[in-house]
């Protein structure tokens, strides 16, 4: 019963979700359940168990609101969740923070003191400690990118590295870059040892992040979605 939006809106009127779940916000935009994408997203966080979610990247937070939503379904008694997703441009990262706390998730806005470091990293992993009370956390990292492109850095002093530094860290990452996507990809295997679920969207598009679904394919252990 936790998947009942699991289905279509193709005959419904105005494509209106064929369920009783509670509603998204109309200001999500870009993806909801009516999509094949948007439904795979929401029953995953629902039905996985998942407790610490990453999503690359925010833009207005439309698929941000569909895995904290899910997540929020998928909770039984005080248990609580924690989403990570991120947005270098600050009024796209606002807007995915209001949306968000549309669909009553504890918002955190964070903008990092640098791209990379070890100050900033722990800025990140102080924001993302565990909730106290149950429901869905949900850090929005602005005006940062996870992995310094162009930038000198040390490696192990990548921000994206924060996500994993307490608790258990990222289960499930859901990968929609404009990129490839490669060394991101690789800090985040690296760094994030309870990562199992891994959802790549694009996968048919040159230069972008489909190498993620070829290379999992050949690698045991894996929840591949693509």
């Given at each position: 019963a936790i998947c009942s939006c699991n289905e279509p809106a193709g005959v419904s009127p105005n494509y209106v979700e064929p369920c009783r779940c509670p509603p998204l916000p109309k200001s999500v935009g870009q993806i909801g359940r009516t999509l094949v994408l948007g439904r795979m997203l929401w029953c995953v966080a629902a039905a996985s168990g998942v407790a610490v979610v990453a999503d690359f990247f925010a833009f207005t937070g439309g698929s941000a609101t569909l895995l904290a939503h899910g997540m929020s379904m998928g909770l039984v008694g005080s248990r609580s969740a924690t989403l990570w997703s991120w947005e270098l441009r600050m009024e796209r990262a606002q807007a995915a923070a209001w949306n968000l706390r549309r669909v009553a998730a504890d918002v955190v806005l964070v903008n990092p003191s640098g791209w990379h470091g070890r100050k900033a990293q722990s800025m990140l992993a102080a924001a993302g400690q565990a909730?106290?009370?149950?429901?869905?956390?949900?850090?929005?990292?602005?005006?940062?990118p996870p992995f310094p492109h162009g930038h000198l850095v040390t490696q192990g002093e990548e921000l994206m590295r924060a996500q994993c530094m307490a608790d258990r860290g990222i289960e499930l990452a859901f990968v929609d870059a404009l990129g490839p996507f490669l060394p991101e990809f690789a800090v985040l295997v690296q760094s994030c040892k309870a990562l199992r679920w891994v959802i790549v969207n694009n996968v048919n598009m040159d230069e972008m992040a489909g190498w993620i679904s070829r290379f999992l394919l050949n690698v045991s252990g894996w929840h591949l979605l693509t």
């Open positions: 909730p106290r009370l149950p429901g869905v956390k949900a850090i929005v990292v602005a005006g940062a």
